[in-house]
């Protein structure tokens, strides 16, 4: 059982900075990628960036160029960091977690979520 933990959400002024963790504990698997979500009020959760055991990494068009995602080499640690941050990307960000058995088999785990506020 992976467990995920997420840390570091905030307010931050419209144009600022901010930057997410996600510690995952409990895994043994090889093969893993990680990603985060948000979840807006009233708004379905959607993908903001993923990152492979590989180093692949994937953005979401609306944070490309200004949200880094990043890990450590074990993918116990996930990082996002957010640049240039709007009003819009307030949202309860969530930490994924996905362990693969084989290609078409996995497992996914979800954190808690923290909470990003853009606001002046």
């Known amino acids: 059982q992976v467990e995920l933990a997420e840390s570091g959400g905030g307010l931050v002024q419209p144009g600022g900075s901010l930057s997410i963790s996600c510690a995952a504990s409990?895994?043994?698997?090889?093969?893993?990628?990680m990603a985060w979500f948000r979840q807006a009020p009233g708004k379905a959760r959607t993908f903001v960036a993923s990152?492979?055991?590989?180093?692949?990494?994937n953005y979401a068009d609306s944070v490309k160029g200004r949200f880094t995602i990043s890990s450590d080499n074990g993918m116990n640690m996930l990082f996002l960091q957010m640049n240039s941050l709007q009003p819009e990307d307030t949202a309860v960000y969530y930490c994924?977690?996905?362990?693969?058995?084989?290609?078409?088999?996995?497992?996914?785990?979800w954190g808690q979520g923290t909470q990003v506020t853009v606001s002046s």
């Open positions: 990152i492979t055991h590989t180093g692949n990494t």
């Open positions: 994924h977690y996905r362990g693969y058995y084989t290609l078409t088999s996995w497992s996914d785990y």
């Open positions: 409990g895994s043994s698997f090889a093969d893993i990628r």
